[in-house]
């Protein structure tokens, strides 16, 4: 949140991209923790009309570790973006 409101502050213009995070490698336990947290920051960022993303999880196999996807993920996680309606309506109003 201070990171957005510093980079506003500034007179940047701010998309957020939340995820994905490989959900195909933590526990039950723990994907929970991580779905109720990524649902309050979907909240939060709704509530403050900044514009985002929830990209779905990719193929397990597209992920180096439980956060960075390899070439193929990025490429595929690029594709879905371009796709969003939010982040279309993001490159339009330039």
Known sequence: QRTIATLQ???N???VVVGPFNEHMPTEES???YRQRK???EA???EQGIPYAVPAALPSQLYADASHPV???YRLLAERLY???S???FLDAQ
Do not use: T
Request: glycine share 12%.
């Open 13 to 15: 213009r701010v998309f």
């Open 9 to 11: 502050r500034r007179g």
């Open 87 to 89: 982040f279309r309506r």
């Open 39 to 41: 649902g309050e920051a």
């Open 71 to 73: 070439a193929e993920g």
């Open 44 to 46: 939060w960022l709704r």
């Open 31 to 33: 994907l929970e923790v």
């Open 83 to 85: 796709e969003d309606e």
